[in-house]
């Protein structure tokens, strides 16, 4: 008995850094303008994943939606253990809300089909909507566990997963197949492994193949993709022509979320208070505190 998962990872920009200047008139964010980095949470997805292939055998495949450069989190992925990656990416898919990213992600799964387990971060640290997940599963119209710490069980027809809930914890079943979305601290992101790194560092979509050889024949880059492939160096590409999608409903047309701004909020002292470090200074602070609605 094996699983085969699939793995929703997303590249996002350093919101550690994010500033109005990013902003697009648009509404979008100038990703370019980023540094890019893997969504922490997604590595946890594929942690799980990888498990699950460590104890039931099965496939691992990786998706992401996003712009060329998203090829770096998949390549991640292929040094962390994943067996396949797939890059969906079409500039009509720019400046997506979570329906319309949630609509090509679901889209892009029927294509590939055949999975038990989708496997996504409870949460991408830029949009922060911890919504792509559910609205994913309401799209294949499959369960969905969100927030879990830890698989229970795992059975042909089930998983048995424990969840984090206010003030605790509940553990579901779910039938599969199913979508599961993880949480930050359920697991630790395996190491990626020299062998693997070594062995991947060169994978590549088509896009960054006919950069590699610019200028030359077309017969060339084709020989180049086959050999790619054969080496299991090839990162798929799919694109709006391949999932034959409603333009209307992807990116920005499809998207009925506008941001409308973004600006980093620096938190300035405007005055301060020295507090004695003692009991009566304590429930002083503690007042303060609940007087502001921080506490309580
Ligand atoms: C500051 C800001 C605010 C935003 N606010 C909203 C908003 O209120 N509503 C809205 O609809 N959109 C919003 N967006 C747009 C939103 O970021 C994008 O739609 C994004 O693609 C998905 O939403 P998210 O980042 O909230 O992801 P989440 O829903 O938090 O992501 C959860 C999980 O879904 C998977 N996932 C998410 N995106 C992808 C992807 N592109 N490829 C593969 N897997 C993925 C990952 O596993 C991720 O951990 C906002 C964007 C920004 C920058």
Redesign the pocket.
Known sequence: MSFNSIV???QVPDTANISGQVMKDDGT?NRALLPAIF?H??RI?LEFALQVRDNYGGTVTV????PPRASDVLRECLFMGADEAYLISDRKFAG????A?SYV?SEAIKKMGNFDIIF?????I????????PQTAEKLNIPQVTYAMSIEGLNKDSITIKRKIEGGYEVLQAKLPVLV?VLKDAAFPRPFKAKRVMAYKNAKTLLELEKLVEGNSLLYIDQLKDEYIQKHIYIKTLTMDDLQLEVERCGVAGSP?K?HK?ESVVLGAGTHEMIEPNKDGLNLLIDKLMEDHIFG
């Open positions: 929703l990872v997303k964010v969504n949470e997604d997805a998706i992401t939606m996003g997506a809300d979570t329906l990213t992600l996504g971060g409870r949460q991408a830029d949009g922060d909507t911890a919504q792509v997940g979305t979320t941001v973004v």
